[in-house]
């Protein structure tokens, strides 16, 4: 079903200029509830920049951005806290928000961190920090989630679970997401939708249609499209709506 | 009880200690130590305005240092010098606009040690009342702007990208500033308020590990100075803003072999 009320953030035709500079144009996207919109391209395309775009921390932008949601969960993809400040992880979740212990315990206990809870956020390793950072974003129940590469510095298993975990945040909250990452595998295997950047958008679709894309092959290259390939499958079964798994 | 000068000296001093101790803490996270002294070295000019003008020095010194940070922020954003620079610019050139201007009212004659250092004998009961009214206005709206104050001071894209507003906090808070200044000018003096602000705040960071422990101590650092500092005035006869920032350094030093045991305990 597509309703105008499942949309939560929508770009129309979106750039950002800076010192005479594009950062990136022409960026045209919807984020809907429950499902994940990732962007992916090189250094530089403005992957970042169109997510500042969408949450509105660029203000003198070209083009429209309508958001629909005020409840939004950010991981920015590079933090710099101030260590003058005295700050434990516990008073780190309560940042932007007042939300109770127990939701403070339960995302900690889900990104792997609990035990960090009294400890200094000055302190913490940058796989760590990346973990409280995502803890945050998702302990505040969000309608809209944006993570700009959100497992940067996690060990591999942790990575392997953390995606998980957001894939299944996006499930149970039904919360929209919009992920920057650099990891292919990901975006094939938890993506509904994938916006390759470049400066402008190159080409967007579902993953396949993506990487089935000649403009994408030229960005990335053979080998990419073909990491991709390496995941299609046909799917034989299908998820009834409480979860069951039901053979086609 | 309020005849007796030292009284009232006592009850200022109290006063302001619980304005500067949060207020402190967000000037040392938000490293405003050269913007509080800016404010406070345009305060002369306010208080020759209030001369002038015969207008109360409390509310002209809020006034001009006010109109001081309005232009700081116009001037950041039209050119390209860096901001000490043009925060040097602004306190000095305030501070001697003042001054030649005082040269021009010889028909009053000026404490002007008095201005830049405070004047126990200075503070009246109306003072009192601007300092305990004021006071508490200042820490209501610091409580209602605390969120986002303080998420935009750990990080100023994740409160904006979260909806908490940060622009309006800072500027509310730029007010706050001017305010704090205008409200402790005759007890600390010109020349020490920022000292009176961001002593006390960095004692309590040795000892905190939580910004709640942080601004309370930082309270009761400023509480202990002014006690301190105004009877130790009394027993010396020295003036009373010196004391009570003296004071503040005596316990600062006192926080740093705190500092010390927790690094040892750390090894």
Redesign the interface.
């Known amino acids: 079903m597509r309703t105008e009320n499942n949309i939560l953030v929508k770009l129309h035709n979106a750039g950002f200029k800076q010192n005479n500079k594009w950062l990136v144009e022409g960026v045209s996207l919807t984020v809907e509830k429950g499902k994940i919109v990732t962007l992916i391209g090189p250094n530089g395309s403005g992957k970042s920049t169109t997510a ?1 775009i969408a ?3 660029y203000k003198n932008i070209e083009g429209n951005v309508e958001k629909y949601t ?1 409840k ?3 991981v ?1 993809q590079k ?4 260590w ?5 992880v516990c ?2 979740m309560l ?3 007042s939300i109770s212990e127990k939701d403070i315990d339960e995302a900690l206990s889900l990104t792997g961190v609990i035990h960090l809870k009294n400890k ?1 956020l000055g302190n913490l390793s940058g796989g760590e920090f990346q973990r409280v950072l995502i803890a945050r974003a998702i302990s ?1 129940k969000p309608e809209l989630l ?1 993570l700009d590469e959100p497992v940067q510095g996690v060990d591999y298993t942790g990575e392997i679970a953390l995606y998980e975990l957001i894939k299944n945040i996006s499930d149970t909250l039904s919360c929209g997401i919009l992920l920057i990452s650099h990891d292919l595998h990901t975006v094939m295997t938890a993506t509904d939708h994938v916006v390759c950047l470049n400066g402008h958008v190159c080409c967007s679709g579902s993953p396949m249609d993506v990487a089935k894309n000649n403009e994408y092959k030229a960005l990335f290259g053979e080998k990419a499209s073909q990491i991709l390939t390496v995941y299609e499958h046909k799917h034989d079964h299908v998820h009834s709506e409480e979860g069951e798994i039901k053979k086609n | 009880m309020f005849d007796d000068f030292f009284v009232r000296a006592l009850f200022a001093g109290i006063g302001i200690a619980f304005v500067t101790g949060p207020l402190g803490c967000f000037v ?2 938000r ?1 405003l130590s050269y913007f509080g002294d800016t404010l406070a070295h345009s305060a002369l000019l306010g208080v020759t305005m209030a001369y002038t003008l015969d207008l109360n020095i409390a509310i002209s010194v809020f006034l001009i240092s006010s109109v001081i940070a309005l232009i700081l922020i116009q001037l950041q954003k039209k050119t390209n010098l860096p901001g000490d620079a043009l925060l040097g610019l602004l306190a000095h050139s305030s501070l001697a606009v003042g001054l030649v201007v005082i040269g021009f009212l010889t028909f009053i004659r000026f404490d002007i040690m008095g201005l830049l250092f405070g004047d126990i004998l200075a503070v009246t009961t109306d003072d009192l009342l601007i300092i305990w009214i004021g006071g508490a206005l200042i820490l209501l709206v610091l409580k209602l702007i605390w ?1 986002p104050l ?2 935009s ?3 100023y ?8 507003n940060p622009d309006r906090a800072k500027a509310i808070f730029t007010i706050l500033m001017a305010a704090v200044i205008a409200i402790s000018i005759k007890m600390v003096g010109l020349l020490l308020i920022t000292g009176m602000l961001i002593i006390p705040a960095a004692m309590a ?1 040795n000892i ?7 601004v309370l101590f930082s309270i009761i650092g400023g509480l202990l100075s002014v006690v301190l500092g105004l009877y130790s005035s009394l027993e010396f006869n020295t003036s009373s803003g010196p004391s009570i920032i003296a004071a503040s350094l005596v316990l600062f030093i006192l926080s740093l072999f705190k500092i010390k045991q927790s690094i040892k305990l750390k090894n």
């Open positions: 500042k949450l509105g921390i005020n939004v969960g950010y920015p933090i710099s806290i101030d003058t400040l005295p700050l434990r008073d780190f940042l932007t928000e200094n505040k944006v | 040392v996270w490293r969120k303080f998420a001071t750990v990080n894209e994740l409160a904006e990208a979260e909806g908490l960071r905190s590990d939580s910004p709640q422990k942080m």
